[in-house]
């Protein structure tokens, strides 16, 4: 059986949690625009919730506010630079060994990420 994920946080604490949320708080959370690995974390806190009988009327601005920016932006995001390989180790410095990233790379991916 496969599960249909909800359209909205709103409808996701429904799911976990047994109620809405009030529009204002919960729509502070883009669900469907979240990266695959923060919708994850959400159903993952939310069902945690769940388990410790968190009730939905505990939410606050604050939580859903840290929620909406704090899970998408503690997560690694993928890079955009190859692994080395064996393969590759010819092209690479030697001080690359495989399985590692090229650290010009790893630089020029922390500068783009900044702020």
């Given at each position: 059986?496969?599960?249909?994920p909800?359209?909205?946080?709103?409808?996701?604490?429904?799911?976990?949690l047994?109620?809405?949320?009030?529009?204002a708080m919960?729509?502070?959370i883009?669900?469907?625009?979240?990266?695959?690995?923060?919708?994850?974390?959400?159903?993952?806190?939310?069902?945690?919730?769940?388990?410790?009988?968190f009730?939905?009327?505990?939410?606050?601005?604050f939580?859903t506010?840290?929620?909406a920016?704090m899970?998408?932006?503690?997560?690694?995001?993928?890079?955009?630079?190859?692994?080395?390989?064996e393969?590759?180790?010819s092209?690479?410095p030697?001080?690359?060994?495989?399985?590692?990233r090229?650290?010009?790379?790893?630089?020029?991916?922390?500068?783009?990420?900044?702020?």
């Open positions: 059986m496969t599960t249909i909800p359209a909205s946080f709103n409808a996701l604490v429904e799911q976990y047994g109620q809405r949320l009030p529009p919960a729509d502070t883009d669900l469907p625009g979240q990266p695959n690995d923060a919708r994850a974390l959400m159903r993952r806190m939310l069902g945690l919730m769940k388990s410790a009988r009730p939905a009327t505990d939410f606050n601005p939580l506010g840290m929620l920016t899970v998408p932006g503690v997560l690694p995001r993928p890079l955009p630079c190859p692994v080395v390989t393969s590759s180790m092209t690479s030697p001080r690359i060994v495989p399985g590692r090229p650290a010009r790379c790893l630089s020029t991916w922390a500068v783009d990420s900044r702020p």
